[in-house]
């Protein structure tokens, strides 16, 4: 049954992707990323009682400076936060703070407050996962993008002061407790200094949802005083630089990445920044030729294998692409994105039934991923199955709020099923949220 994993995925990521600064906002995905995320965010997370496998670290594209969460299951990061932090620790102390705010509860006693569906629709619920298309000038991953209505948003993700003191109280304590360097909290609220002088138009996001005060800072500074210890684990350091890396590569000019290349903390890296520079200018040859340098280094990474079956993938080579990918989802198995990369190289080089299992494999560990259902609507299409190719569509309007369009699928898709069957079932699920939605 998918509808309570459904609208529990609508109610949650909606007002998680609804950034509060934003109209629209754009969700950036990539394996090696949001890898690299996760392996910051364990010692944090477990030092909250949180688990590391429930609470997934995504990042929004968006230049300004942010981080929050909207339920127990996911920490949102903007991708300026994190190219303009200097250190791993500095953002395991952001993560560790958002993990404050789900261990306790203010989110939750938020969404205890909210007293209808209808509610939540008026703070902005249109999760456009399944609008997402692809990449933009060969920018990381797909994206979702969301409707949102900002004023109530922000009245939403708004901590109060005292959830703030709970929270930076929490903040020292989870990052003891992880063995990571706490003067960390500190660098990271340096960054806002001075920013409660500015108009509410210039400050950053964060600042408006995590209000900074001069006594909360002196408090903090405080707290670190008393807690002092930690160290600067250099694994993680490596992991942040990675991430930093490939986000900076993607979304700053090539000619800026490729000028900057020494600054790179290791030679793989340096590479990895390298040839996306060079993909991004249509150099295919050059990218190639930096991508393989990255793998002599670590040959068997699953992430910079990806990569290169991406640059493939994009420059149109398909076979090669389709083996590249193999050889990545051999080692990674069980990366969504990956098997989805697969997938989508599969359809491109027109074997669309060799294509489903991948897709397949991809949607079952990540159901939210509107690219991979658009292709596996694609993949069931051209194999002829016209049923499933509706119920996976039906699927992806449903979460993406185009309820009438999501009926309208998941009705075909109810005549062309065999009755009673999982997918037929998947379908009636789309209905009856499409007709809750309607009563609203």
Not at 97 to 108: D, F
Not at 158 to 183: F, N, P, Q, V
Not at 249 to 273: C, E, G, N, V, Y
Request: charged letters at 20%; one cysteine or more; hydrophobic letters at 45%.
């Amino acid at each position: 049954m998918i509808l309570p994993r459904l609208l529990a995925l609508v109610v949650a990521l909606a007002l998680c992707v609804a950034a509060p600064a934003r109209a629209g906002v754009t969700l950036l995905r990539d394996a090696d990323v949001e890898h690299a995320l996760r392996q910051l965010a364990a010692p944090v997370l477990g030092a909250a009682g949180l688990s590391p496998s429930q609470v997934r670290i995504l990042v929004i594209d968006d230049s300004s400076l942010n981080a929050f969460v909207a339920d127990n299951q996911h920490i949102f990061l903007h991708s300026g936060l994190i190219m303009k932090l200097d250190s791993a620790a500095a953002l395991q102390a952001v993560l560790a703070h958002e993990a404050a705010h789900i261990a306790n509860g203010h989110l939750a006693r938020r969404m205890g407050n909210m007293r209808s569906a209808r509610t939540a629709a008026g703070l902005g619920l249109l999760l456009a996962a399944a609008t997402a298309a692809a990449t933009r000038d060969g920018q990381v991953a797909a994206g979702i993008a969301a409707g949102t209505q900002g004023s109530a948003l922000r009245r939403f993700f708004a901590h109060t002061r005292a959830e703030e003191a709970a929270a930076d109280i929490a903040t020292i304590r989870y990052l003891k407790r992880a063995g990571i360097d706490t003067s960390a909290a500190v660098e990271v609220m340096e960054l806002f200094r001075g920013q409660e002088a500015l108009s509410v138009g210039r400050q950053d996001p964060y600042m408006r949802t995590h209000p900074l005060t001069r006594d909360r800072l002196r408090a903090l500074k405080g707290m670190v005083a008393g807690n002092p210890g930690g160290t600067r684990d250099a694994t993680a350091q490596y992991w942040f630089s990675r991430a930093k890396g490939k986000l900076t590569a993607f979304k700053r000019a090539p000619s800026w990445t490729l000028r900057r290349l020494k600054d790179s903390p290791s030679q793989d890296i340096a590479l990895m920044r390298q040839a996306v520079a060079h993909h991004r200018q249509s150099d295919r040859a050059r990218a190639l030729k930096a991508i393989d340098g990255a793998l002599a280094l670590r040959p068997r990474d699953p992430f910079l294998i990806e990569l290169k079956g991406q640059i493939l993938l994009e420059s149109r080579q398909f076979g090669a692409a389709v083996q590249v990918y193999q050889k990545a989802a051999a080692i990674a198995p069980r990366e969504p994105l990956i098997q989805g990369g697969l997938g989508r190289a599969l359809l491109a080089a027109g074997n669309p039934r060799a294509a489903l299992t991948p897709l397949e494999r991809a949607r079952s560990r990540d159901v939210s991923d509107a690219r991979v259902l658009r292709d596996l609507a694609v993949a069931y299409a051209r194999t002829g199955q016209n049923g499933m190719a509706s119920v996976v569509t039906a699927e992806r309007y449903a979460l993406g709020g185009r309820m009438a369009d999501a009926e309208l699928h998941a009705k075909r898709a109810s005549g062309l099923l065999p009755r009673g069957s999982g997918p037929w079932q998947r379908a009636q699920d789309v209905l009856n949220a499409a007709q809750r939605a309607q009563r609203r």
